[in-house]
Each structure stands twice: as C-alpha cells, then as structure tokens.
C-alpha cells in the first residue's frame, strides 16, 4: 500500500491551471518537509517546489516561480501543487515525496529541491498539455 498518494492529474490546455494533491496521510513515520517533483522520459527527475511540514516555509526553482505554489493542511497531511499558465514544457509525471530525516531547531523549517532529500515516493500522476 502507498504510502504517498498523489491525486489531481489530467489533461489541460495551455494556459490552464492544475492542483495536485498529496496524500500522506498513510505516512507512518515522522516526517519534516514535502516535495513535488517531475519527470519526463528519459529526462532526471527535477525539483518543482517544496514545503518544510512545522512552519510552511516553501522554495521553488526559477523556472516555476510565478507559476507554481506549494501549500498545505498539516493537520490533514495533506499538501498541495498549484499549477496556473501552464505550458507545453509542463508535460510531465509529477511526483510527492516526503523527506523523513530527523532534524530539529531552525532546520525544522526548511525543504530542500534535490531528489536525495527525500526517502519515500508516491507513485505519480500524469499531467498533459497539449501543444
């Protein structure tokens, strides 16, 4: 059973806009910060946005700022990805992961865009934008 699940996924046009939603609410572990990924074949998977879990404190690459925000119900460990004005380059499997490494004081709010921070993964969703 997954323990990540993300949700929110589809097709839309360009210029449109997406929510992705993940679900960790099966996570059995502690966990400190959330990270949404993405994925085309054949390409590495490249950091989108991340969340720290204790104080909400968010970073995204260039490429998406503007575009792409991060939030979250920590009480419902549920998080999300807001996509608006998306693009054709959007294309791609997007994938939640949590980072689970004990941590405490001023580290406890942050989150990090690498894909070696994070230890478990869901299993993606599909986003499509047709050119």
């Known amino acids: 059973q997954r323990q990540l699940v993300e949700s929110g996924g589809g097709l839309v046009h360009p210029g449109g806009a997406l929510r992705l939603s993940c679900d960790a609410s099966r996570f059995t572990l502690n966990y400190y910060a959330i990270g949404w990924f993405r994925q085309a074949p054949g390409k590495e998977r490249e950091g989108v946005g991340c969340?720290?879990?204790?104080?909400?404190?968010?970073d995204a690459p260039e490429s998406v700022k503007g575009r792409f925000t991060i939030s979250g119900d920590n009480a419902r460990n549920l998080w999300y990805l807001q996509m608006n004005s998306l693009e054709a380059g959007d294309q791609d499997v997007y994938y939640c992961?949590?980072?689970?490494?004990?941590?405490?004081?001023?580290?406890?709010?942050?989150?990090?865009?690498?894909?070696?921070?994070?230890?478990?993964w869901g299993a993606g969703t599909q986003v499509t934008v047709p050119s």
């Open positions: 969340i720290s879990r204790w104080g909400g404190v968010t």
């Open positions: 992961a949590v980072d689970s490494t004990p941590r405490s004081g001023s580290y406890l709010y942050t989150c990090g865009l690498g894909r070696v921070e994070y230890d478990t």
